[in-house]
């Protein structure tokens, strides 16, 4: 289905057809609810916020045992809320607390491999350019340089990539040009 169907299939029902079926997808699906609450918030939902965390968090740090580190599911709850928010800080926020959780596995457990680094690597650049390209340095910049700070000890060369991204992108060395 595309959207030219989508969008034929809407012009044939009434506003009252389209308000149950909005509801009725509301109580349904999560997304669907999340998406409405993000826009209802004005963008920004804390709440939701806190559950796209809960599952990067559990990812890291479960409430029981050791955390499995599946990051394709982290970065997918990352997507999922870039995908249902509209608000330019909550998106920022949420892929920094996905590189956070990262060094705070990696200070919790010790040095990791290759693969993950270059996983929190290429969130926090992605995440770096968002808040430049959206002038919101003032909100991160701080943060960020925490981020990197808190990886000094690390190795893989992990300390020096952010270092190198941070200082592009923050200390005018970088266009801060986006991809997103």
């Not at 299939?9 to 509301?26: K, N, V």
């Not at 926020?93 to 956070?100: A, K």
């Not at 893989?156 to 592009?168: C, K, M, N, P, R």
Request: with cysteine.
């Amino acid at each position: 289905m595309k959207i030219k169907d989508l969008k034929q299939y809407l012009d044939t029902r009434s506003r009252e057809q389209l308000i149950a079926e909005i509801g009725d997808m509301f109580t349904k699906l999560d997304s669907v609810k999340d998406y409405y609450q993000s826009k209802m918030k004005l963008g920004y939902s804390a709440e939701v916020s806190e559950k796209y965390k809960a599952v990067i968090k559990h990812e890291f740090f479960p409430a029981r045992g050791f955390g499995r580190t599946q990051l394709s599911v982290a970065r997918k709850a990352v997507s999922d809320y870039k995908k249902i928010s509209a608000s330019k800080f909550g998106v920022a926020d949420m892929m920094l607390y996905y590189v956070e959780m990262g060094v705070q596995f990696t200070d919790t457990y010790g040095d990791i491999d290759e693969p993950f680094y270059n996983s929190m690597e290429s969130m926090y650049e992605r995440a770096v350019k968002y808040i430049v390209q959206h002038r919101m340095q003032g909100q991160f910049e701080e943060r960020c340089r925490r981020i990197v700070a808190d990886t000094a000890e690390m190795g893989w060369g992990f300390h020096d990539q952010l270092s190198y991204i941070y200082e592009g992108h923050f200390k005018g060395e970088s266009s801060g040009d986006s991809e997103t």
